[in-house]
């Protein structure tokens, strides 16, 4: 089972999004992230691939849940997904061309425009987690490449 980041850096209502020039979400804006690395934590992953994507360097960032892919049946992914808050005066220009894509400051209006298709399936999950303390799992179910059903549930887990 392959696992996955996501990661939601954030600058008052603006978050730091990639537009990916490969695939699985390639042309689409997404949170930076990438493959956990063998021994390495979700939380430990998260923070190389950061500084990877964006050269921003870390020392923690907080826990916002899990995505779970399903054909219900069988849990084939997942992706831990992590918010972390940039202090107002942090200084990130952009657009910015970096070896994965274009790295981008979205306004939280324009990522969760109803008429936007640029955009990843964020609006399945980041919301609850933007407005709620608590974790959930985020479990996605696939058939035949599309999305069925998105179901979340309470998650205590410590990365
Ligand atoms: N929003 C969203 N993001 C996803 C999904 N599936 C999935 O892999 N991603 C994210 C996780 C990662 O942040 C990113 C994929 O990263 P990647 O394949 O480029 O990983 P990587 O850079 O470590 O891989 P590589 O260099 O070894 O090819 O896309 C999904 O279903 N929804």
Not at 72 to 98: N, Q, R, W
Request: include cysteine.
């Amino acid at each position: 089972m392959v696992e996955f980041t996501i990661c939601f850096l954030m600058k008052g209502d603006q978050i730091l999004l990639l537009n990916r020039d490969f695939p699985e979400w390639m042309g689409a804006w997404n949170g930076v992230g990438g493959k956990i690395e063998k021994d390495e934590t979700p939380l430990v992953g998260a923070l190389r691939e950061i500084k990877e994507e964006t050269g921003i360097v870390l020392q923690d960032i907080a826990f916002k849940g899990k995505i779970t892919w399903t054909d219900g049946t069988t849990d084939y992914g997942c992706m831990y997904a992590f918010i972390a808050e940039l202090p107002e005066s942090y200084h990130y220009v952009t657009p910015i061309k970096v070896a994965e894509g274009i790295l981008d400051w979205k306004d939280l209006s324009w990522i969760f425009h109803p008429k936007n298709v640029g955009i990843a399936d964020l609006k399945y999950y980041l919301p609850k987690m933007l407005d709620e303390t608590a974790n959930y799992e985020y479990i996605f179910t696939y058939k035949d490449n599309k999305l069925i059903d998105v179901k979340s549930t309470p998650l205590v887990l410590t990365v």
